[in-house]
């Protein structure tokens, strides 16, 4: 269809009105029924995709142990450590995928390295940020994971510190907290 004719309504020049013709009444129906099939046919895609759609169960950690330990207080400028602590007593393997830590946390408080080094970083859509580990832990193993850090400013610097544990699609949620003070 040429430039400028309307899919609608066809003008014709004689006329001081427009009219309609049959032609633009076909066209305008096959271009709804064309919408109408398209999105059809994904509303259907989509509905027999979710109802095959299973949910993540949630890894067992019965007997695994969970927790961070952070200063007391720290002050401006101060470089400190804060450690996460994996205890598996669970009978079996377990692996930390990645230990998440809240990007609210992270804006305050610079991780400087981690011991073990994680092997990457990156940026989560919860607003977390993921050290990637991929590490084993076996059964009657202890892991302690440290995080180098610096405090950027004074506050009570808090955030998510979450724990996934054999998936990256379900962790272990806690939080972590680190007062700062200024010097004085």
Not at 29 to 40: D, F, M, N, P, V
Not at 65 to 70: E, G, K, Q
Request: proline share 7%.
């Amino acid at each position: 269809m040429p430039p400028g004719v309307d899919l609608c309504y066809l003008v014709d020049p004689r006329r001081r009105w427009p009219q309609v013709s049959r032609l633009s009444v076909m066209q305008q129906e096959s271009t709804i029924l064309a919408r109408t099939t398209t999105y059809g046919t994904l509303g259907i895609l989509l509905a027999l995709l979710s109802a095959c759609a299973k949910p993540i169960p949630a890894p067992d950690l019965t007997g695994v142990m969970l927790w961070v330990n952070s200063p007391a207080f720290v002050e401006v400028g101060e470089i400190f450590t804060f450690e996460a602590h994996i205890r598996n007593a669970s009978g079996k393997t377990i692996t930390l995928e990645t230990i998440d830590i809240g990007n609210s946390y992270l804006e305050k408080v610079a991780i400087l390295e981690t011991n073990p080094e994680h092997y990457s970083r990156s940026d989560v859509s919860d607003g977390t940020t993921a050290f990637w580990y991929e590490m084993p832990v076996g059964d009657g193993q202890y892991l302690i994971v440290e995080f180098k850090a610096r405090a950027a400013e004074a506050g009570i610097h808090q955030g998510n510190f979450d724990f996934c544990i054999d998936s990256v699609n379900y962790c272990e949620y806690r939080i972590v907290t680190t007062p700062t003070k200024i010097q004085p």
